[in-house]
């Protein structure tokens, strides 16, 4: 009757100090990096690819990652609005994918100088917006990727 005793002490002990299991939640940085896409959102031939590396730059970064696809007809103007949104909320990093989406940030960019901007395949018209070429994948992975470690960084 000892030994059980003994054996259920034992066993209480080791159950109330074995260390807590890693969280379940991931821990993010007060920041995010937001995707600006055509009305298919992030299953668009044009947002898909960066859609990935922003979630696989998420991973490593830390950097919490969205998306607001533009709803409505697709024209500068009503992209320039969604633009704004997104530079009006907690995004650090917008990137914009599709046609109206890149003419919106690039009319829009000079209004929202302390927000960084990429257009993936347009132009960078402001000091604050840096085009990439949408053509090679790994190329576009990997500048996206230090984009939203930068924006961790910086965060940080």
């Given at each position: 009757m000892a030994a059980l005793g003994l054996l259920?002490?034992?066993?209480?002990a080791v159950w109330m100090l074995w260390p807590d299991p890693e969280p379940r939640q991931r821990e993010y940085l007060n920041?995010?990096?937001?995707?600006?896409?055509?009305?298919?959102?992030i299953s668009g031939d044009s947002a898909k690819p960066v859609?990935?590396?922003m979630q696989e730059a998420s991973v490593s970064s830390r950097v919490k990652v969205q998306y607001l696809a533009v709803n409505g007809p697709q024209t500068v103007d009503n992209a320039r609005s969604h633009v704004a949104s997104l530079a009006g909320s907690q995004c650090g990093l917008v990137i914009a994918a599709g046609p109206a989406q890149i003419d919106a940030v690039v009319a829009a960019a000079p209004s929202f100088p302390q927000v960084r901007f990429i257009t993936v395949g347009g132009s960078a018209a402001a000091a604050n917006?840096?085009?990439i070429d949408a053509k090679d994948a790994?190329?576009?992975?990997?500048?996206?990727?230090?984009?939203?470690?930068?924006?961790?960084?910086a965060a940080s």
């Open positions: 259920l002490v034992a066993a209480t920041v995010t990096a937001c995707l600006l896409t055509d009305r298919s959102g859609w990935a590396a917006v840096t085009a790994g190329a576009l992975r990997n500048i996206l990727k230090q984009e939203v470690i930068a924006l961790a960084d």
